[in-house]
């Protein structure tokens, strides 16, 4: 079992960035690909970002391509968001999750789940 936690939200005004983080337990981190997701209220889950075991292959929403990046340290179990450019329609919670496969966006596809950090782009 892998459990996830992600920090690394806030508020920040369109233009910032913010860098997010998923802590991951478990000494079979580095055999899953990891994903990024968002909600927002009233809204499906959204896929952001998807990095494969290695760190080798990512792959981006249209939405967020060029102005986020996805990277992970399997030394520290960790995988990072780097979001820059923030628009307001980046505001969501999100959450980070494990799945076998790279290149995965449909949320069914992924096991395990995080708690999600809240982040919140001001106009």
């Known amino acids: 079992q892998v459990q996830l936690v992600e920090s690394g939200g806030g508020l920040v005004q369109a233009g910032g960035s913010l860098r997010l983080s998923c802590a991951a337990s478990?000494?079979?981190?580095?055999?899953?690909?990891m994903g990024w997701f968002r909600q927002a209220p009233g809204k499906e889950r959204e896929f952001v970002a998807n990095?494969?075991?290695?760190?080798?292959?990512?792959y981006y929403a249209d939405s967020v391509k060029g102005r986020f990046t996805i990277s992970r340290d399997n030394a520290k179990n960790t995988v990072y968001l780097q979001m820059n450019s923030l628009k307001p329609e980046d505001t969501g919670l999100y959450y980070c999750?494990?799945?076998?496969?790279?290149?995965?966006?449909?949320?069914?596809?992924?096991?395990?789940w995080g708690q999600g950090t809240q982040v919140t782009v001001s106009s």
């Open positions: 999750a494990t799945t076998r496969a790279a290149y995965e966006t449909s949320p069914g596809e992924y096991n395990y």
């Open positions: 478990g000494r079979t981190f580095r055999s899953y690909a």
């Open positions: 990095i494969n075991w290695s760190g080798r292959d990512t």
